[in-house]
């Protein structure tokens, strides 16, 4: 962030939190002399929590809705506490629990949609869905002269920490190796390096969409910018480029993406370290042993895949279970991947991992281990 950011950011933050501050203290103030500091401290603890919680929800269903509009279609969606995956045409919900990041939503372009201006809504949405969060944390404290001091205090209390939340999203940065809703919003509309990169990512998954596998996908990364590691849409450039050598069976090219991956993995972000480690586990059974990768993120992996559960899970689980000698389960995940394989999102990759467990499934019908899947111990 350029030094007359940072500025204009830490003026935004300290007078708007000054502001809200001011205005929270005069009806805590107030309302303490109504009614004792007991009931009303009570009273701002439930709402500070509640409030926090509603913020995050309202940002990631402003994500939801916003991107809905723009034409990208529901995955997954993640607050505090719930996490609703879309899975194999249903909505499975789950416990979250906030580690490195409090939500996550994710959306992908629908083939006939205008990929670029679905992105930006959806970026968009969050922003939005916090202030509006904001704006009802503030209304209530502005009512309060004229309402019961219990509802102002219980929704306006966390009205400082909603304005932080809406200026750390909306505000154009990166934060912990991500990009905030401004900046992706501003990229993408904006045709910066990144916002190139991304647009691209985007046209080449709203080609599996249409039922492109990877391979026949045009991809001419000679035409776009060279990103930094350290810029979080290289992992997206990166992952584009593995999928298609992958489909194409292009040793040479996956060793390579599959080095670069191992070098970054460390310093990713949760949201992409998750799917990358399951994509080197994967590596690690096939073209590039590495018995040690597999026993050390087995645990992780497994975790993961349960959670996501689709045809690539099976896929990556069969190849595990037959490189841990468990023949049976390795063609029970076989068989359960096909049955998955049509619900799935994108039926351009779904036709590479078909091709890809109907390998292994040759493979055991042979009764020979894979040329290079690591021995069971």
């Known amino acids: 962030m350029k030094i007359s950011h940072k500025i204009l950011y830490i003026a935004l933050l300290v007078g708007g939190?000054?502001?809200?501050?001011a205005l929270e203290t005069f009806v805590f103030?107030?309302?303490?002399?109504?009614?004792?500091w007991l009931k009303i401290t009570l009273t701002a603890v439930a709402g500070l929590v509640f409030m926090l919680w509603l913020?995050?929800?309202m940002h990631e269903f402003g994500h939801l809705i916003f991107?809905?509009?723009?034409?990208?279609?529901?995955k997954s969606i993640s607050f505090p506490f719930v996490k609703a995956v879309?899975?194999?045409?249903?909505?499975?919900l789950s416990f979250f629990a906030p580690k490195t990041y409090l939500g996550y939503t994710?959306?992908?372009?629908?083939?006939?949609?205008?990929h670029v201006r679905a992105f930006a809504l959806m970026a968009a949405g969050g922003p939005l869905g916090s202030l509006a969060a904001l704006a009802i944390s503030v209304l209530f404290l502005a009512l309060a002269p004229f309402i019961s001091h219990y509802p102002a205090i219980f929704f306006g209390t966390a009205a400082f920490l909603l304005y932080v939340i809406f200026l750390e999203n909306a505000f154009p940065a990166t934060?912990?190796?991500?990009?905030?809703?401004?900046a992706q919003f501003y990229e993408i509309t904006k045709g910066t390096d990144s916002g190139k990169v991304l647009a691209a990512v985007l046209a080449v998954q709203a080609g599996y969409r249409e039922g492109y596998s990877p391979a026949a996908i045009p991809w001419n990364t000679d035409n776009l910018p060279v990103l930094p590691e350290d810029d979080p849409y290289f992992v997206l450039r990166l992952n584009a480029e593995y999928l298609r050598a992958l489909d194409a069976d292009d040793l040479p090219a996956l060793k390579k993406a599959h080095l670069r991956l191992v070098d970054i993995l460390p310093r990713l972000p949760e949201v992409y370290a998750e799917a990358v480690a399951c994509d080197l586990f994967y590596d690690s059974l096939t073209f590039a042993p590495d018995p040690a990768f597999v026993e050390e993120n087995a645990g992780r992996v497994l975790k993961h895949l349960a959670e996501e559960d689709d045809v690539g899970s099976c896929r990556i689980r069969a190849y595990y279970r037959y490189a841990m000698g468990d023949v049976a389960a390795a063609l029970a995940e076989?068989?359960?991947?096909?049955?998955?394989?049509?619900?799935?999102?994108?039926?351009?990759?779904?036709?590479?991992?078909?091709?890809?467990?109907?390998?292994l499934e040759n493979t055991i019908s042979e009764n020979t281990p894979p040329e290079s899947t690591p021995s069971a111990n």
Request: charged share 25%; hydrophobic share 45%; no cysteine.
């Open 17 to 21: 939190v000054g502001a809200a501050v």
């Open 29 to 36: 103030i107030s309302a303490i002399a109504a009614h004792g």
């Open 55 to 57: 913020g995050v929800a």
């Open 67 to 74: 991107g809905k509009i723009g034409g990208m279609k529901f």
């Open 86 to 92: 879309a899975v194999n045409g249903k909505i499975r």
């Open 106 to 114: 994710e959306m992908i372009p629908k083939a006939e949609s205008d």
């Open 175 to 182: 934060v912990n190796g991500a990009r905030t809703d401004g």
């Open 334 to 359: 076989i068989e359960k991947g096909r049955s998955l394989a049509p619900a799935y999102a994108f039926p351009g990759i779904a036709e590479m991992e078909l091709r890809l467990i109907s390998r």
